[in-house]
Structures are given as structure tokens and as C-alpha cells.
């Protein structure tokens, strides 16, 4: 569903600019991403 939802978002040009950095489930996925990505480039 979360899939879809971000297609029809970028197909239509829907997507608020606002991205909400002071959210602490931001930091945590973004610090695994960046974890993710170092571990399968090493």
C-alpha cells in the first residue's frame, strides 16, 4: 500500500516539500539506512 501510495504521489506531482526532521522515527530510519548502506558497501 505504502508503495502505491508514493507512486500516485509522484505520477500526480503530489508531494509536500515539508519533510519532518524532529521526528525520532526520521533519525531511526535514517540511521539504519545509512547503516544498511555502509555494511553492504564494506
Not at 4 to 31: M, W
Amino acid at each position: 500500500m505504502d508503495a502505491y501510495i508514493i507512486a500516485d504521489a509522484l505520477r500526480f506531482g503530489r508531494i509536500n516539500n515539508e519533510v519532518y526532521t524532529d521526528d525520532y522515527r526520521y533519525k531511526v530510519l535514517q540511521s539504519l539506512t545509512r547503516a544498511r548502506f555502509f555494511a553492504v558497501q564494506s
